[in-house]
C-alpha cells in the first residue's frame, strides 16, 4: 500500500528574497502514520506543509507523495490524495454557505451532483455540523467554522490529512472535540501545532524542525518527555507532563 | 454623490442600467481572456476591502467636517482598469441592496457615475501618462490629485444630467450644476491626496503589488488609447447629443430648459416639446418600449394639465384622496391580519 | 452612522435574510423581477402623482409581513437615506409656485404635490429594494442574477466580496477601535492616520486574497468557480408574480383609489 506514503528526500527551499526556509529535508511517513511537527516561530512549519501540495515546489530535493514525484504537471492530482486544512478557517470558508464550501472540493473533482450531495452529507456528519449547511459562514462560531474547514476538505476524501495549527482559535471544549474528532481519523496525519499536548494526544512520532532543518524524529511520547531537546528549540514540555 | 430612484425617470434609468451592463460584460470578457486565477478571490476581497473603507471616517483637515474614501481611483492603480470597475460595481451594488443608498434602477447610474469615470476615463487619460510606472511619488500624487477630480466632476455633472432628463425635480439646470461641482472638487482633493497617500505607502511596503506584470493586470496593462478615445466619444456623443435635442427643438438651448423647470407661464406647448424628445430617446434605448409606450400619454396629458388647469389629474381630487385613505387602511387591515395568523401560528 | 452602528445594521439585515417562511422560500429570480418591474413601475408616474401611489405600499407591506421583518427596522433605514431625496425634492415648492386646486377651492402649489410625490416614491423604493435582500439573502440575489445572464465571473467575487465584507468590516472596526482608543479631542482621526490605516488594511487585504486563493487551489481550483444547479420553479413562485403582474399592471393604469372613493361617495351619499 504505497499510495500513502509521504517521503521527502534532502529537500531544500528558499523563499524569492533568498532566505532558506528548508534545509536538507528528509523523512518517510508511512500509511496510517499520525506525526506532529513541532519547532519555534519562523522554522518552517508552514513552509514545509506548503510543499505538501505542490504550493511552493522545493529548490532541490525530491518529494514523493503516495507513488507520484511532486513536478508541476502532478500538482493537481496529488491535490486529490493531500488535504490540507489551515490555520485561519476564515481563509478556507470562503463561498457563501456551507454546503457550497463542502461541495467545492468534490465539484471540482469532477464528480457529479448527487454524489456531491452525498460526499457533503457524509463529511459535515463527520463533524456533527449537518444542521449548519445552508448558513453562511460568518453566522458560525470559531468551533463551528473549524469543523466545517475539516468537513471541506475530508469531502474530498483524502489519504493524507496535513493540518496547521488546528486549535489555535478554539476554545477547550471545540478543541476537545477536535481532539477526539482526529482521534477517529485513520487517514495519515501530519499536524503543526505548537499545542504540544494536542500532538502528545494525537500523534504517535514527531519530527522537530529548527532554521529549517530536521533536528528530531522519533517517538512522540520520547521527544516531548526530553525537556532539554525540547528547550534547546523555543519549546517547553507539555502542560500534561509537566510537574504539577 | 448617489443618485436616487425617486428623481429617476424609467427612461434614463434604464438606459444608464444598459451602458453600465454592456460596461460589466466587457469588462468581465476582457478580464476572463487575460487573467490570472488569483484574480477572483481577490476582486471580492479587495471589493470587501473598499466597503469597509468607506464606512472609516476621517476629519477633514481644515474643516473639522468628516469625509470618506470613494475608492475608484486607487482601485484602477492596484488592479488596472477592468478589474477596477467590476470591483467599484460590486461594491455599489452592495451599498444598494444593504443600505438602499441609491436605489436599485439608480444603480445603473450610480455604476456608470462612479465607476467608468475613475476607471475609463480619468485612470487612463489623466493618472497613468502623469504617474507613468509611478516611481516618483510627486508626480503620482500630482496624477492621483488630478485624475480623482477630475473623476468626481464628471460624476457630479452626470448625476445633474441624470436629474434633468428625467425631469421629476424643479431643480434648475444651473442652480443644480453650481452647487455640485464646487463640493465634489473639494471631496475629490481630500479623496485624491488620500488615494496618493495610499499609493505611496504601498509603494515603500510591497513595491511589486504596483508593477504592470502583477498578478491582475492583464498582459496588455492599461487600456488602449483608441478603446479610451472610444469611451471618450460615446460618453461626449450622450451627453451632447442629448443637450443639442433640447437645442435643435427650442433655439434657446440652456435657457430655455431652465425657464421650462422652473414652471413658467409657457409651459404647456414648450412641455410636448419635451416630451417628444424624451419619446424619441425612449424609442431608441428603452428596455421595455412598449410599456414606455404606454405610460407616455398619460405623462405627457398629465404635465399638460397640471400646471395650467385646476381640478388636475394628479389624483388630488376629492374622490382620489378619499379612496387613497381607503386604499391605505386596507392595506394596514392586511399587514395587521397577517401578523395576527402569524403569532397565533408560533 | 458610527462605523459600529453601521456593522451591527448590514449584520441584523442580512440575519434577517436567513430567516425560513413562504416569502424567503420563494424562487429568488421571481423576487428579483417583481421588485424590478416594481421599481419601474412606480418610477414610471408623473411627477405629480399621489393617490395612485398609495396602492403600491401593499407590496412592500405584504413582504414585510409574510417574511417577519421587524418593520421599525426598515422604516429606521428608509429615514435615514431620506435627506438626500428631501434635500433635491425640497426645491420643487420652492421652485413651482403655480397653484393649484386640489379641490373645493383648497389650493396648494404644484410644487409641494411633485415634493410629495417624490417622497411617497423615494419610501416605495427603498423599501422595495431593501425587502429584496431581507427576503432573499444576498447570495440568493447573486445566484438570481446570474441565471438570468449577468456573466458568470462578475457574479462568483461579488459573492467572495459578500463573504469577506463581514471579516473585512471586523478587522477594519478593530483597527479604528484601537485608533479611537489612542485619539483626544479628535487630534488622530486626521488623514494621516487615516492613510496608514488604510494602507494596512489594504496589505492584508491582498495577503488574505493570497492564502484564499492558495486554499481554492488545495481544494482543487482550476480556474472556473463550480455551480451548483439551481432549484426549480415552483408553482407557488409562478402564483406571486403572476398576481404580482396583474397587481402592478392594475394599479398603473386604472385610478384604484379615486375609483375606490368615488364607490364610497356614492355609497354614503
Redesign the interface.
Known amino acids: 500500500m504505497s499510495h500513502h506514503i509521504v517521503e521527502f528526500k534532502n529537500v531544500f527551499f528558499s523563499y524569492p528574497d533568498k532566505t532558506e526556509a528548508l534545509r536538507d529535508v528528509s523523512f518517510r511517513i508511512t500509511h496510517g502514520e499520525s506525526v506532529g511537527i513541532i519547532g519555534a516561530n519562523g522554522a518552517g512549519k508552514s513552509t514545509l506543509l506548503m510543499h505538501l501540495n505542490g504550493y511552493l515546489m522545493p529548490s532541490s530535493g525530491t518529494i514523493n507523495i503516495g507513488d507520484l514525484y511532486l513536478t508541476r504537471q502532478t500538482r493537481q492530482d496529488i491535490r486529490k490524495k493531500v488535504g490540507i486544512v489551515f490555520q485561519n478557517p476564515d481563509d478556507q470558508l470562503f463561498m457563501p454557505t456551507v454546503y457550497e464550501d463542502v461541495a467545492f472540493g468534490p465539484l471540482n473533482l469532477g464528480i457529479d451532483d448527487s454524489m456531491v450531495k452525498q460526499r457533503v452529507e457524509y463529511a459535515l456528519n463527520l463533524v456533527n455540523c449537518l444542521d449548519l449547511q445552508n448558513k453562511p459562514p460568518h453566522h458560525l462560531s470559531c468551533g463551528q467554522k473549524s469543523a466545517v474547514a475539516i468537513a471541506a476538505v475530508m469531502a474530498m476524501e483524502p489519504d493524507i490529512l496535513a493540518m496547521d495549527e488546528p486549535a489555535a482559535n478554539l476554545d477547550p471544549r471545540s478543541r476537545r472535540l477536535l481532539i477526539n474528532l482526529l482521534k477517529s481519523f485513520n487517514h495519515s496525519k501530519i499536524i503543526a501545532s505548537h499545542d504540544l499536548d494536542l500532538i502528545l494526544d494525537v500523534c504517535r512520532r514527531c519530527i522537530i524542525i529548527k532554521n529549517g532543518s530536521v533536528v528530531a524524529d522519533g517517538q512522540a511520547l520520547e521527544i516531548l518527555s526530553d525537556r532539554t531537546l525540547l528547550e534547546e528549540n523555543n519549546l517547553e514540555l507539555p502542560l500534561s507532563l509537566q510537574k504539577s | ?2 443618485m ?7 427612461a434614463v ?1 434604464a438606459t444608464m442600467w444598459a451602458g453600465s ?1 454592456a460596461a ?2 466587457y469588462s ?2 476582457k ?2 481572456d487575460n487573467i490570472d ?2 484574480t ?10 473598499i ?3 468607506q ?7 481644515g474643516t ?1 467636517s468628516s469625509g470618506h ?1 470613494g475608492g475608484g481611483m486607487i482601485l484602477a492603480i ?1 488592479l488596472g482598469p477592468y478589474a477596477a470597475f ?2 467599484m ?3 455599489l ?2 451599498q ?6 441609491g ?3 439608480a444603480l445603473g447610474c450610480n455604476i456608470w457615475n462612479l465607476g467608468i469615470y475613475p476607471c475609463f476615463i480619468a485612470y487612463p487619460l489623466l493618472y497613468k501618462p502623469i504617474a507613468g510606472n509611478g516611481h516618483h511619488l510627486r508626480r503620482t500624487s500630482i496624477a492621483a490629485v488630478f485624475g480623482v477630480i477630475l473623476a468626481l466632476q464628471l460624476g457630479a455633472f452626470s448625476v445633474v444630467l441624470e ?1 434633468l432628463f428625467s ?6 439646470f444651473r ?1 443644480f450644476l453650481l452647487l455640485m461641482q464646487p463640493i465634489h472638487l473639494a471631496i475629490g482633493l ?1 479623496e485624491g ?2 488615494t496618493a ?2 499609493v505611496s ?2 509603494q515603500k ?2 513595491p511589486e ?1 504596483l508593477e504592470a506584470d502583477s498578478w491582475s493586470r492583464p498582459p496588455d496593462a492599461g487600456v488602449s488609447l483608441k478603446k479610451i478615445l472610444i469611451v471618450f466619444a460615446v460618453s461626449a456623443v450622450m451627453t451632447g447629443g442629448a443637450l443639442s435635442w433640447f437645442a435643435s427643438t427650442h433655439p434657446d438651448g440652456l435657457e430655455w430648459s431652465i425657464e421650462k ?3 413658467k407661464g409657457e409651459l404647456a406647448g414648450e412641455k410636448n416639446g419635451v416630451t417628444r424628445s424624451l419619446q424619441e430617446l425612449q424609442e431608441k434605448t428603452a428596455v ?1 418600449p412598449d ?2 409606450f ?2 407616455d400619454p ?2 405627457k396629458a ?2 399638460q394639465t ?2 395650467s388647469w ?3 389629474e ?11 385613505a ?3 387602511i386596507m ?1 394596514f387591515c ?2 395587521f391580519g ?2 395576527l395568523t ?1 403569532k397565533k401560528k408560533t | 452612522m458610527t462605523f459600529d452602528e453601521k456593522y451591527y445594521n448590514i449584520g441584523f439585515l442580512d440575519q434577517l435574510s436567513y430567516k425560513k417562511t413562504f416569502v424567503h422560500g420563494l424562487d429568488a429570480r421571481t423576487k428579483l423581477i417583481v421588485t424590478l418591474l416594481f421599481l419601474f413601475t412606480v418610477i414610471s408616474f408623473s411627477k405629480y402623482e399621489i393617490t395612485a401611489l398609495l396602492p403600491f405600499f401593499l407590496y412592500p407591506v405584504l413582504l414585510l409581513t409574510l417574511g417577519d421583518i421587524p418593520p421599525g427596522f426598515i422604516l429606521k433605514k428608509v429615514a435615514l437615506v431620506s435627506p438626500f431625496a428631501v434635500f433635491i425634492g425640497i426645491f420643487n415648492p420652492i421652485l413651482d409656485s403655480t397653484q393649484v386646486t386640489v379641490f373645493n377651492g383648497f389650493a396648494v402649489s404644484a410644487g409641494w404635490i411633485s415634493f410629495f410625490s417624490i417622497m411617497l416614491k423615494f419610501m416605495l423604493t427603498v423599501s422595495a429594494a431593501l425587502l429584496l435582500v431581507a427576503t432573499t439573502s444576498f447570495p440568493g440575489v447573486c445566484h438570481a442574477s446570474r441565471q438570468m445572464g449577468i456573466p458568470s465571473l462578475f457574479v462568483s467575487q461579488l459573492l467572495f466580496l459578500y463573504r469577506y465584507i463581514f471579516v473585512l468590516m471586523e478587522e477594519t472596526m478593530r483597527m479604528v477601535r484601537a485608533r479611537d482608543m489612542r485619539t483626544f479631542d479628535g487630534r488622530g482621526k486626521g488623514l494621516r492616520v487615516f492613510v496608514r490605516i488604510i494602507g494596512i488594511l489594504f496589505l492584508r487585504t491582498v495577503e488574505r486574497a493570497e492564502r484564499v486563493y492558495y486554499a481554492m487551489l488545495s481544494r482543487g481550483f482550476q480556474g472556473d468557480m463550480p455551480i451548483l444547479k439551481s432549484a426549480h420553479i415552483k408553482p407557488a413562485d409562478i402564483a406571486f408574480a403572476l398576481s404580482m403582474g396583474v397587481f402592478l399592471f392594475v394599479c398603473r393604469f386604472y385610478r384604484v383609489p379615486e375609483i375606490l372613493g368615488r364607490f364610497a361617495q356614492e355609497v354614503f351619499s
Open positions: 454623490m448617489h436616487a430612484d425617486a428623481l429617476l425617470s424609467p434609468g451592463i460589466i460584460g468581465s470578457k478580464l476572463k486565477h488569483k477572483i478571490p481577490l476582486m471580492g476581497v479587495m471589493g470587501a476591502f466597503f469597509a473603507a464606512m472609516i471616517n476621517f476629519t477633514i483637515p473639522g474614501l492596484l467590476i470591483v460595481a460590486s461594491v451594488i452592495v444598494a441592496l444593504f443600505f438602499a443608498d436605489g436599485l434602477l436629474t425631469g421629476k425635480s424643479e431643480l434648475p442652480s481630500v491626496i488620500v497617500g495610499i505607502y504601498v511596503a510591497r503589488l423647470i422652473t414652471g421595455l410599456y414606455n404606454k405610460s398619460k405623462e398629465e404635465e397640471a400646471p385646476p381640478g388636475i394628479a389624483g388630488t381630487s376629492l374622490s382620489g384622496l378619499v379612496g387613497g381607503i386604499v391605505l392595506i392586511v399587514a397577517i401578523r402569524r
